[in-house]
Structure formats: C-alpha cells, structure tokens
C-alpha cells in the first residue's frame, strides 16, 4: 500500500461541501431551519418520539444529568470500559461515578454487577453499547423501572444498532450519539438525544439553551425572552446540522459496508490462534460494529506494540478502545482509588487489546491487505520460540 489505511475517516463529498456553502451564504448559522431538519430525519431513523441536537455527546449526556437534578450525594453507575466521557458527564454534575467491570467477550458492561452496585444513591444508571454491540437491558431496565432509576445509554459508538428491532436510544429512558469526526456518521463535532420522554425533551431544549422561555422562532419580538432557569450552551450550529442531514442520507450505505467489512475480517481472522474477537452472539442483537477489537492471549499478550508498529509500517492505522478503564486514569485513580480486581475484564480489554479499521472507507482490496498482514504478523509471532 503507498499511503495509510486509517483507521477511522469521515466520508464527505460535494453534497456536504455545497450545503456548508448555502448555509455560509444564507447568514444563519444557529436557531435556523437545518437543526429542526436534522433533528426530524433523526426522529424518523430512529423511530424516536424527541431528538434533540446538542454540541457533543458529552454535551447532551451532560445535560441530561443535571436536568434529572442529579448532582452531590448522588451516584450513578458506569462501564469501566469507556470514554473516559462518560464518567466526566457524572462527574461535572457533581455525582459519583461507580465503575462496573464488563463482560470478557463482548466488553458491556456486566449486568449481574450493575444490580449489586444499586444502592439509594443510585439516581441513573449508564450504559455504553460499546463498539456498536448493544447491550441486552432487559435485567436494567426491569430492576430500574421498580427503583425509579434514570436508565441513560452512551450511543456514542452505537448508530444503526438494536435490541430486538428497538433502536440504541429507545431501550431505556434517553440515549446520546456523538458526531465526532471517525464516528458512523460526523458533523465534525456534535450529539443528538433521543427519548420517549416528552416531558423530559421539553426540558433538554430549555435548559441546552440557556435556560430561555422561547427559542428563537418563537420570539414574537426581537430580543424579547427571559431566563426561566439555568442552562448552557450546548446548542448545535446550522452549520453542523446541515453536515449530519447530509451524512444521515448515507448512513445506510456506510452501515452496509462497515458491517460488510466487519465479516469478511471477522471470518478471515476467527482462527488466529491466541486472539479473541470482541463481539457477542445474542441473536437479538442487530450490531453496528464500530471497529473490530482483537484481544491477545497466551504468549502474544507480550506482542500487542511490536503487532501495532508492524500494521503501521505496513500502512495499517489501527487504535484502542480504550487505552486504559476509566477508574484507571489518572484523575479517577486519584480521586477514587482504584482496585484492579474488580476491572479485571476491562483491564484485559485495554491492556492486551488493538482495534483494527471497518469503517466504510475501507475498499475490498484494503480490507484483504490487513487480513495478510494479520495473519502474517500473528503466525509468525505465534511460532516464534
Ligand atoms: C463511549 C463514548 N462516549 C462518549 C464519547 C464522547 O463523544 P463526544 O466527543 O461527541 O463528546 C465518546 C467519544 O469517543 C465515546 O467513545
């Protein structure tokens, strides 16, 4: 290969270069006709009752803590296995993060161990459908529902992904996507909330937008509104909204691909020996693969930067989700403390594993390549004495 295969890279073309046009020329660049577009098309994709765009995932899951009143006294569980987001989300707020450890082979979060942490603490409950493996919310949502905990799920890596035909999103009481630049589909930076939750979406809009009784279409005067509460800035601009209209047109085609991509790889390197693919079989489950994790066993545990440099010098971009469990990062560690036998299984995710590309920009020919060069790297480091 002459140049990078990376590992992730936004597909634009013309259709998104022309829109960014119109919208430069036109002057409105916020509380104009693209959000209200986006957010429409989104609702309908996603079957949702509300969507509501935000500036970023971390934005919009921000602001749903401190909608709920979640804040100092309060806790609310996480995955250890995640942006270190979705932790800070809860901690801005105030609130506890309480980090749960996640299943080996699929890396959600362990459903057994998020009933145990429940406490009267516990306000909301997170979870990450991580890699576009969503997670079954069956126990959470039943157990929630009778404690009258939130149930917030992190879809930042989850578009296109579902539970027994029930978009990421809709499982539990609100769900964020993110927009960022290698994710399913981008708008540079940016996040959308859905949720069943009228009341509630009612409340995200106010509170996104300074805490202002009427949004700007509304304004029967100029200038003329008052602050009814507390709020931020986390609105989405034109200018990121007309992007997504135009990428969530190509979603489809990007999905069929990256899941496309997804098997071939996933078939071709399934007998690697001392390698696990991070995946899971519920027949439930429609999976939007982010990217495909291998975690190394036995004797290639050792190997995982000497794989990576090589992929590298062979023009391969790969990655890590995640580089460390969140607990683990320095802030958390310091403020917390960290055990590492309640991560044990995150701590494998971030310790022995690599992420390797299946994203739509990847050609036939690119994604037989990585399959020769993994083989190639993993039999003869598998051989080696
Ligand atoms: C699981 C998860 N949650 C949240 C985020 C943050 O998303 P954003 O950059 O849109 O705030 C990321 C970013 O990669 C993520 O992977």
Redesign the pocket.
């Known amino acids: 290969m002459k140049k990078l295969i990376p590992f992730g890279k936004p597909l634009v073309d013309q259709k998104e270069l022309n829109t960014v046009s119109k919208i430069l020329k036109s002057g409105i660049y916020v509380h104009g006709p693209k959000s209200v577009e986006f957010e429409a098309k989104f609702k309908k994709f996603t079957k949702a009752r509300n969507a509501i765009s935000v ?7 921000h602001l749903i803590y401190f909608t709920l009143g979640i804040g100092k006294g309060d806790e609310v569980i996480v995955p250890a296995q ?5 932790a800070h ?1 809860v901690e801005l707020t105030g609130a506890k993060p309480i980090f749960v450890d996640c299943d080996r082979n699929s890396g959600n979060i362990d459903q057994e161990k998020v009933i145990k942490k429940i406490n009267k603490k516990t306000k909301a409950i997170c979870v ?3 890699l576009g493996i969503p997670v079954d919310l069956t126990k959470i949502v039943k157990v929630a529902k009778k404690k009258k905990i939130f149930v917030l799920e ?4 989850s578009l296109g992904a579902k539970f027994k035909k029930t978009h990421t999103g809709l499982i539990g009481d609100a769900g ?5 630049p ?2 399913h589909i981008t708008t540079a ?3 959308m909330i859905i949720t069943k939750n009228n009341k509630l979406a009612k409340k995200l809009r106010v509170k996104k937008a300074f805490g202002i009784d009427k949004s700007f279409s509304e304004r029967k005067i100029s200038g003329f509104y008052d602050a009814i509460d507390l709020g931020f800035n986390y609105r989405m601009s034109e200018i990121h909204a007309g992007i997504g209209i135009e990428q969530l047109e190509k979603f489809p085609k990007f999905l069929k691909k990256r899941i496309t991509n997804f098997n071939i790889l996933k078939k071709k390197i399934a007998k690697l020996k001392n390698t696990l693919i991070i995946n899971d079989t519920n027949k439930n489950l429609f999976k939007s693969h ?1 990217c495909l994790n291998l975690v190394l066993k036995g004797k290639l545990k050792t190997k995982r930067l000497q794989i990576i440099n090589f992929l590298k010098s062979q023009k391969i971009g790969t990655s890590i ?2 580089p460390q469990p969140v607990p683990r990062m320095t802030y958390y560690r310091k403020k917390y403390g960290y055990n590492s036998k309640l991560f044990k299984n995150a701590s494998e995710i971030s310790d022995y594993s690599f992420s390797l590309p299946v994203g739509p920009h990847l050609r036939n020919d690119q994604i037989n390549y990585i399959i020769k060069k993994l083989n190639y790297i993993i039999n003869k480091l598998n051989a080696d004495k």
């Open positions: 500036s970023s995932c971390t934005a919009g899951m995640t942006h270190t987001a979705t989300a990450v459908h991580f992190d879809c930042a890596l964020v996507f993110s927009f960022y290698v994710k930076e940016g996040g982010y989700y995640y």
